[in-house]
């Protein structure tokens, strides 16, 4: 059972390590958040960020290193220096915590909206067909595209991909969301309907890690803002502090 307490992190990363042959993408990185907690994470670009959100939901595998998703081990290193992921069952049923929306959408071309949002939930979660739809519709209304849900993802604008991206996250009732760079490959002029979305499910008290290059975002939306660099994290502090007196 997921434990309710709030005094267990919601996500605990420590000394996260990872190599892709001889570069060392990610050199010791830590991170704890607490439930409802915003954490932006920025840098330059190649500084792990990217890598870390992904080990963060086993969509990479660590070297070393110990994550838990609200209190249950995810993957550990034992005294042998091993990595230990849990059984594969645990696995998925602890990483479905995790929302994840991606730069470039991934949603599927060849399903429309609605189809888009309701796959998971019935295949993974075996809810029924109504259900799913009565979920994926109240989330297409939360993220203002209730008009679109007939429509193929081909027939809408940069935006409003990212925004039915979200609300298919959140078609499977995750614990944490994670985004990776969620507006770095929209126009500018769209940047911030999908920024408006973000903002609403933070107000909303959802646990979420952004990776992004949106400052303003991270200064006025974040509780915490992470910052890395090379592999490893040079600061971790709230946004007042990092960006007005910075160490």
Request: hydrophobic share 45%; charged share 25%; with cysteine.
């Amino acid at each position: 059972m997921p434990n309710m307490t709030s005094d267990v992190p919601m996500i605990e990363a420590r000394d996260i390590r990872k190599a892709f042959g001889a570069n060392q993408v990610l050199r010791g990185v830590s991170l704890q958040l607490r439930q409802g907690e915003v954490v932006a994470v920025i840098g330059p670009s190649g500084s792990g960020k990217s890598t870390f959100l992904r080990c963060l939901n086993h969509l990479e595998t660590i070297d070393s290193g110990h994550i838990a998703i609200e209190g249950e081990t995810l993957v550990t290193t034992d005294a042998q220096g091993r990595c230990v992921y849990a059984p594969d069952a645990e696995l998925r049923r602890i990483c479905r915590k995790t929302g994840m929306v991606f730069q470039h959408f991934n949603l599927f071309g060849h399903l429309t909206v609605l189809e888009n949002l309701i796959e998971a939930p019935m295949v993974v979660q075996g809810l029924s067909r109504e259900a799913a739809i009565a979920r994926a519709e109240r989330l297409l209304a939360k993220v203002g595209l209730s008009d679109k849900q007939g429509n193929y993802p081909a027939r809408l604008s940069g935006g409003q991909k990212q925004r039915v991206a979200i609300a298919r996250a959140l078609c499977m009732n995750p614990q944490i969301m994670l985004f990776d760079e969620p507006t770095s490959a929209l126009d500018p002029e769209i940047v911030g309907e999908v920024l408006e979305v973000m903002r609403k499910l933070a107000a909303d008290g959802m646990t979420m890690v952004v990776v992004t290059h949106e400052m303003a975002f991270a200064r006025t939306v974040s509780d915490r803002v992470v910052f890395m660099d090379k592999g490893v994290v040079l600061e971790d502090a709230a946004p007042a502090e990092l960006f007005g007196n910075p160490k």
